[in-house]
């Protein structure tokens, strides 16, 4: 009931992101908290007019007049999305700085953290009952690794796995980032969704991990894992690992029903000779377990023959059986920390594995970050320097399959990966350089 002239006096002390705020409270709000006087004012604070500097050209540069013209001559909401737009720019314009250094052992930009906080990102998960109705979960512990993020939220109020269908994450960001404070919770946001799992028989359609006394782990491709209660069997934790090539992308654009979907990529040219194979390719391998580091290294010169492409892969042989100075052993208790509200734990030979795989030129040719375990093998070490039990650490997507085995060595207890071996898809191997393998 109260009039408009006097709701537009009250709006024209505010900042602009509590005007957003306000003009989500119903239509008149958002008419009124839209008007392109107060924001032109806004815009005219932070966006200086330039001046004009007459050159022989007569070059005209753009100038912001308070004048009649400038808002008359405007639809309702103009100066607003300009605002918004620009500093949205300028952000990019931020992180575009950021990213541009490049780890020559990854591939990857070397100030990625720095990137997600000039951005303000955070990441929630909606998870959606078979009513439709959301469950918002947004208190996250982040743990940043040398080429992945592992995510992990906790809470005392899950919704019954029996109940829920889906669960999305999102990355999400203010609407105007401010490197003055932190992100504000309250403030205007926009959500970005990365991926979309389907929980509906969960148990049954995924793959099982690892498990402890109180916990069960199960994994959904890209990167989730689910902590379920074992005499419950309700959701104790989930924990996402996100590999930082293309995170970024991923976290901020789109929108918040469809995932960002990259352009096409047009292959590379190359001299490559499929009768050659590939060559000087690296291998960044990091294995993790949200607490520790078990297993950072670089390898280099990776390359694979004519004899080495079958089945629709192409082999790279990594750290071969009889080539023990590449053997690695692997530092530390192997296993994937966990934790909620009250209680902590730790599953033991499961952990995360992070693959960067560069080709030729040094740019990121396959990338994944997974949840593994590892399976005692049936076989026993023959190698005189390890005798003990042989372990086996699997994973395949559609890009490629990676097989390791590691022996326990009693002796120290340490396992010592003794192979590793890549298998590329031809497919993916043709697409990226035109060739015809």
Request: some cysteine; charged content about 20%; hydrophobic content about 35%.
């Amino acid at each position: 009931s109260m009039p408009s002239e006097i709701l537009m006096k009250i709006f024209s002390y505010l900042d602009a992101a509590s005007l957003l705020s306000v003009g989500c409270v119903n239509k008149h709000f958002y008419d009124l908290a839209s008007d392109n006087g107060i924001w032109l004012k806004i815009y005219s604070s932070c966006f200086k007019p330039k001046r004009t500097i007459w050159k022989m050209e007569s070059e005209q540069t753009e100038t912001v007049s308070l004048g009649c013209a400038a808002l008359l001559d405007r639809e309702p909401g103009y100066w607003k999305k300009e605002y918004i737009s620009k500093q949205i720019a300028t952000v990019k314009t931020r992180v575009m700085q950021l990213v541009k250094p490049v780890d020559p052992y990854t591939g990857l930009p070397c100030k990625n953290k720095e990137a997600m906080k000039v951005y303000g990102l955070s990441w929630i998960i909606v998870l959606k009952d078979k009513n439709g109705k959301e469950h918002v979960v947004e208190k996250t512990n982040l743990s940043f690794k040398h080429t992945s993020l592992t995510i992990l939220w906790y809470s005392t109020d899950w919704p019954h796995l029996n109940v829920l269908s889906t669960l999305k994450l999102f990355g999400v960001m203010p609407l105007l980032p401010d490197k003055r404070r932190a992100p504000s919770k309250n403030g205007p946001r926009r959500r970005c969704l990365i991926a979309e799992y389907h929980l509906a028989n969960l148990t049954e359609s995924s793959v099982a991990v690892g498990a402890d006394r109180l916990v069960q782990l199960f994994s959904l491709n890209p990167g989730l894992i689910i902590g379920l209660w074992k005499e419950k069997n309700e959701i104790a934790f989930v924990m996402v690992s996100l590999h930082y090539h293309q995170l970024l992308e991923r976290s901020t654009l789109g929108s918040a029903s469809n995932q960002y979907v990259f352009p096409p990529k047009e292959p590379v040219l190359d001299d490559i000779d499929p009768e050659y194979g590939l060559y000087n390719y690296s291998l960044h391998l990091d294995m993790h377990g949200g607490s520790g580091t078990y297993l950072c290294g670089t390898f280099k010169s990776l390359f694979c023959r004519k004899g080495d492409i079958a089945n629709g892969y192409l082999r790279l042989t990594v750290v071969s059986l009889k080539d023990d100075m590449k053997h690695s052993p692997l530092i530390g208790t192997v296993g994937l920390s966990w934790e909620t509200d009250g209680l902590k734990g730790n599953i033991k030979d499961c952990y995360v594995m992070d693959v960067t795989l560069l080709e030729e030129t040094g740019k990121p040719f396959w990338c994944f970050s997974a949840p593994v375990n590892m399976m005692l093998s049936s076989k026993a070490s023959s190698l005189y320097d390890y005798m003990g039990h042989i372990y086996t650490t699997d994973y395949s997507d559609s890009e490629g399959k990676v097989c390791i085995e590691l022996v326990w060595v009693e002796e120290t207890e340490e396992y010592f990966v003794i192979s590793l071996v890549l298998y590329i898809s031809t497919e993916k191997v043709n697409n990226w350089f035109g060739t015809n393998y």
